[in-house]
């Protein structure tokens, strides 16, 4: 397991996604507790892009609740089909918001999240089982690159969980 993330913060997005996303592997390889590895993921997702918040959501008894996750106190359980998460959820797909307040029916969790970009997480059966949920306190701060190497996190975890 590694135990210290090599980011240089001098390289671009996507660059810092590819020197990020084989640490990641090593990070959860031989370890098979969930928790645990998503929750050293969010924490290496923190710290590499410095996000407002980012965590997962976890689909259990037909809603989202909350799961591990850095950044400010968050909501607790949203229902299918509400705010960003429950969207992403129900249609079963990546949603970039470059403008939260624009977003019908946006759950504020924070009134400092400006932008925000949820991704599926499926299981072998192509069902939801957790988003990741990413906020920044920018406007359009999420782009398709995020949406690409985000996915591949994404399914890193559809690995082990």
Not at 11 to 33: C, M
Not at 56 to 67: R, S, T
Not at 120 to 133: A, G, L, R, T
Request: aromatic share 8%; proline share 4%.
């Amino acid at each position: 397991m590694a135990e210290e993330l090599y980011i240089n913060q001098q390289v671009s997005k996507e660059e810092k996604y590819q020197e990020l996303i084989p640490q990641l592997s090593a990070l959860v390889s031989g370890e098979n507790d969930p928790i645990a590895n998503l929750a050293n993921l969010m924490a290496a997702l923190k710290q590499a892009f410095n996000f407002w918040w980012v965590g997962v959501y976890v689909v259990k008894n037909d809603e989202l609740v909350l799961g591990p996750f850095q950044g400010p106190i968050a909501c607790t359980r949203i229902k299918k089909g509400k705010g960003v998460c429950g969207t992403a959820w129900q249609e079963a797909k990546t949603i970039i918001v470059p403008d939260v307040d624009q977003f019908p029916g946006h759950i504020a969790c924070s009134s400092l999240s400006k932008s925000e970009i949820v991704i599926p997480v499926f299981n072998k059966n192509k069902e939801v089982i957790m988003v990741i949920d990413v906020d920044s306190e920018k406007l359009a701060d999420f782009d398709q690159i995020d949406e690409i190497y985000l996915n591949k996190i994404a399914n890193l975890i559809s690995d082990f969980v």
